[in-house]
């Protein structure tokens, strides 16, 4: 996917558009800050044979722009998809 318009947080439901321009529907799990940058950590709203249910999106959320950007680097993914898991542990416990 590439870079794609975002829509008011409290919308919960975000609308993405694919490469081949189709329109992807994704629920907003979090939005978490993780070395200075904010990242969308989102669930198919209509998962597929593409993209399946539990399968998080993650995406550098660009404020200035108003975009989510795709993040290519396979360790900052898994990097940050940790530091929400920690924090959400951290929100259960308390």
Known sequence: MSEEEFEDEDNEIIELVDDEGKIVKFKLLDVTEYKGEKY???LAAEPDDEIAEDEVLIFRLNEKEEILEPIEDE???Q???DFYCAEA??????
């Open 79 to 81: 990097e940050v998809f």
């Open 40 to 42: 969308t950590l989102l």
């Open 89 to 94: 542990d951290e929100e259960s416990e308390n």
């Open 75 to 77: 360790d900052l993914l």
